[in-house]
Every structure is written in C-alpha cells, then in structure tokens.
C-alpha cells in the first residue's frame, strides 16, 4: 500500500517543491530580496566604474565656459560644470588630453580679444573705429603676453595712444597701464616687473619704460620698484658673491678631501668685491733724452743782413756835420776805410724742437673686482685604529696643519698686499648626526587616494556580506528540504521498513489484539518519537508527509478509528 501511495506523489525538484511549500508573503519577500540583490550589485559595478573628476579650467567667463562645453561635447568628453565656482570637471585621465586640444583651438580665450577682432572687418567701417579696433587687439595680445607668465593669473592693459600729428609741437608720447592679478602666494622681483614693463614699452612705437605704470590686484604701485634702477643691479651684484664665494669653497674642499675625507672638512669664504666703475685717462711725460739721440720734430733757422752808406739820419743841420774824430787809436786801417764808406748789419736765428716722450693710459677698472678675501677651514681630528681594533681620534700634527694651509694658500691665491686672511683650526667634530622622524605610511604621498580606493572597494564587499548573510542565507535555510526522520528501533522487523510494519511492532505494544493495525497506530506516535530528536521535527515531518502523501494520512487516521472502535 505504501509503494502505491509512493508512486501516486506529485513529481517535481526540491527547487520546486520548496517554492511550493512557501506562502505567498513569503514568495513576494524572496523577489523583493533578489531585486534588491541585482540592484545593489548593479549599483557598485557602476560606483566601481565611475571616473574621478579634476578641474579642468576654474574662474571661467561666461563666454569661454559655453565654448569649452561645446567643444567638449563634440570631442565626446563626459563633463561636470560647477555654477558656483565656474569651474569646468572632466575624467582625470582626459585632464592633459583635453587641455591640449582646446588649446590648439584657441581656448580658453581669457577674456581678451587679440587681433583676430580685425578679422572681421565690416565693409564701410570708419576710420575712428578701425582704430579703436586696433587698439582693442593690440591690448588683448599684450595682455596675453604677460598673463603666460607664472605668476600672473590674469591681466589686463589700457593703452594711451595719442592721435599723429605733423606739428612737432603738438606731438605726444603714448602711454600704457597694465593691471596685474597675481596667483595666490605670488609675487613679482624687481626683475620681473621690469621685464613686464620693457615689454608692453617695446611692443608700442615711441613708447619709453617711463610710460608704463603697473599696478597689482593690491593697487600697489609696482612700476616704482626699478625707478631707482638698483634693486636689480643689488640683485645681480649679490648672485654674482654668492657665485665667487661657493667657487672658492669649492676648491678648497677639492684639495682637501682627498687629504682628510669628505666628512672630515668645512671650508668658508667671505669676499669684499668693488662693484664700483670708474675709469682712468693718465698722461705722463718722459725725461729729456741726449742731443745726439733727441729725434727733430721741427728745425728753423733765419738769417738777415743790413748794409748802408753815406750820412744818415734826420735832415737837418746836426745830420750834415762831419763825424766826431775817434778817441781811440784805430787799429785796423781796413775798418777805417770800410766805415768810410758803408754799414753792414747780420742778424742770423736758428730753431729747433726736439720730441718729448708723453704717455696717455685710458684705464676702465671692471665691476665686481675682488678687493680681499677671508677664508676659514675646520679640519676634523684623524681617525686611528689601535691594534686591538678600537677607533679613536687625535689631532693633527704641526707639519700636516702646515701642510693644509699652504694647500688652501695656493688653491685660494692668497695675496697679503690684498690684505687676504686664512684661518685653519683642528677639532673634534660632533658626530650626534639628525635623525630624521620616520614618516608614517598613510602620512606618505598617495597613500589617501588608495585609502579611498580601498574604502570603496570595502564597502560595496560589506553590503554584498551583509546581504549574503542577512536576506540570502535564511531565505534559502527556509527553502531547503528538512532532513528525513532517523528509523524507529523496529522497523527492520516490519515490511520493508514502512509505515505499517512499525506500526504493527508499536501497536503490539500498546494493543494485544491488533497487530497490524495497532502497528500503525503507533507509527504515528511512538515510532518518530523514538527516532527524532525534537517534538518540532516530528511536527515537521508530519506536515510534510501529509503534503506529499494525503492518502498515508488518510489511511492513518481510518486505521486510528477502526482500533478506536
């Protein structure tokens, strides 16, 4: 009778028999739990897969923001656009991509217009506004040039150009006014701001430097800084001492530390430069050389004669009286005779220049000559090793100070005309070296990115465990089949093992005149409270019987009330 009910039960798998055992509330909360399941994991593929978004170009205009978005839409570059800080977000590995193509087309403009404004002339344009078109293009592209420099974020430059005239008179010169805005925690030297300044000056005919002014987001003047013109000269004059005094560290550090080791040395050197320019005209003169060695420059000589006879004199009465006898004795007849008659008178001059030796020296001293230097030298103490292997340090001796300090002499070109010093001093260096403080790991670069790379990835496997283990794990623990009920002591007696021959055992127990129905009987109560654990599972196992066999129940029952009977 069992085997016939066996084969009269409803065929199925366990998949469908434990949906058919569950209620409909049940079922509805199954579904529920598996579209929440694929959702939740649907939802963290697409969280995992999102890109991370970087600022692409921040402070924005209106007009440079629509145009940036339409060009990222055409090149199909997802983007995020930031109405409050008018910045524009694109997927970080596109950042550099991006800004390379929106550049070779011409963006972000900035703001300025540079002299395509003059592409699109318009025909029957005025005069006055192709100039003031001019004016306009060549502002952009000024303003341009110098917002290309680091530390400048954005500028803009007014340009003063007067109207050409043929008067002299009336001529003007053009003007510029450039406003800076710096980046945050910038600033311009005194070399920088000159630079801006020669720059807009240069790109405007008959502009000086003069007629620049340069004012800051500050509204500090900072076209005031190179009035005086010495910032940047003190600028250069110190990189250049700074230059001479580690060259000279540097040499003598070369020739000592094969002496006494890299650690073992430290050298200082202080330089007084002259960075004054003068210039030097001297004229000297020679003394005069020998007569027979002096070479002539010039030689003049002039000879005149003077002869005359008869009277001579004023006319008159005292001119035509005879000559006053001699008082001395005339020696010479010839000269009496010749006085007689004539006077002659010979006048000769003779001039020569001789060349004098004369010198002239033109001398221009050079900028930053080097008027003394002062050098200081510590050397360590030697290292020795005893024999049993024990360092220790001792001093050196006299010779080998003697030694390094002609070194440094030569390497230093010490001069005392110069007025140069050196100072060579041994002594024990402290070894107590700086430990530097281990940096933790998650204090190291890039560590915060993992972190949250990591703590993405943690929570989507946290609410995956949770659903695993909180909606999954019981919905299926209800949907299992429970285990089958172990076998009574006697059912190896009866037929089979079935329901009737442990009943007929049990119901010789509990009835002396009914076997086998009375063995029935006790199937359903002795024989699973024997073989189960729990009175639970007999329950289970009970409605489970009589959901898939109604007819054994069925027959039970009948068999209970005809014993009953």
Request: glycine share 10%.
């Amino acid at each position: 009778m069992a085997d016939t009910d066996n084969n009269t039960a409803t065929p199925g798998s366990p998949l469908t028999q434990a949906l058919g055992r569950l209620s409909g509330s049940q079922k509805i909360g199954l579904m529920v739990a598996i579209a929440a399941i694929i959702a939740i994991v649907a939802g963290s593929v697409m969280w995992g897969q999102t890109p991370e978004y970087r600022v692409l170009y921040s402070n924005l205009s209106d007009r440079d923001g629509g145009a940036i978005i339409e060009s990222l839409q055409q090149m199909n570059v997802p983007y995020k656009f930031t109405e409050g800080g008018g910045a524009v977000l694109v997927p970080a590995n596109m950042v550099h991509e991006a800004r390379l193509k929106l550049a070779s087309q011409g963006l972000p403009k900035g703001g300025n217009v540079g002299f395509e404004l003059m592409e699109n002339q318009k025909f029957g344009t005025s005069q006055f506004l192709e100039q003031v078109n001019y004016q306009r293009a060549l502002e952009g592209e000024l303003a341009r040039s110098v917002q290309t420099l680091a530390s400048v974020q954005s500028a803009r430059v007014h340009l003063a150009i007067p109207k050409p005239t043929v008067f002299v008179k009336d001529q003007q010169k053009p003007s510029a006014s450039v406003i800076l805005s710096l980046n945050a925690g910038r600033a311009l030297d005194a070399g920088q701001v000159s630079a801006i300044v020669h720059l807009i000056s240069s790109s405007v005919p008959e502009m000086s430097a003069k007629s620049v002014t340069l004012v800051d987001q500050n509204g500090t003047l900072l076209s005031a800084m190179r009035e005086s013109g010495t910032e940047v000269l003190d600028a250069s004059q110190l990189k250049y001492l700074r230059q001479i005094e580690q060259d000279y560290v540097k040499r003598i550090q070369d020739i000592i530390i094969p002496l006494v080791g890299a650690n073992n040395v430290r050298a200082q050197v202080t330089a007084d430069l002259d960075f004054s320019q003068s210039e030097q005209t001297a004229e000297s003169y020679g003394p005069n050389q020998p007569p027979n060695q002096a070479a002539v420059r010039s030689q003049q000589s002039t000879e005149s004669v003077n002869t005359s006879g008869g009277p001579s004199g004023v006319p008159g009465a005292l001119s035509n009286q005879p000559p006053v006898p001699a008082t001395a004795p005339i020696v010479n007849p010839a000269s009496a005779v010749a006085g007689n008659s004539a006077t002659n008178n010979t006048h000769k001059e003779a001039t020569t220049n001789f060349e004098v030796d004369r010198t002239i020296r033109h001398t221009k001293l050079p900028v930053g000559a080097i008027k003394r230097i002062s050098v200081a030298v510590v050397v360590n103490h030697r290292t020795v090793t005893d024999k049993k292997g024990n360092p220790s340090t001792q001093p050196l001796s006299d010779e080998e100070k003697a030694q390094i300090t002609a070194l440094v002499k030569e390497a230093m070109g010490y001069d005392a005309k110069r007025g140069d010093s050196l100072e060579v001093i041994n002594s024990a260096f402290n070894d107590d070296k700086e430990v530097l403080p281990d940096v933790p790991f998650w204090k190291q670069p890039g560590m915060l990115d993992l972190a949250k790379e990591l703590l993405k990835y943690l929570l989507i496997a946290g609410v995956m465990l949770a659903l695993i283990f909180m909606v999954i794990r019981p919905a299926f623990k209800n949907l299992a089949p429970p285990p089958p009920p172990e076998p009574a002591e006697g059912d190896e007696e009866g037929e089979g093992g079935t329901g009737e021959g442990n009943a007929g055992e049990e119901g010789q127990g509990g009835h002396g005149g009914h076997g086998a129905t009375g063995g029935e009987g006790g199937s359903g109560e002795a024989g699973f409270s024997r073989g189960t654990p729990s009175y639970e599972n007999q329950i289970q196992a009970v409605k489970q019987l009589a959901q898939q066999d109604p007819k054994i129940v069925a027959t039970v029952v009948k068999e209970w009330v005809n014993g009953n009977e």
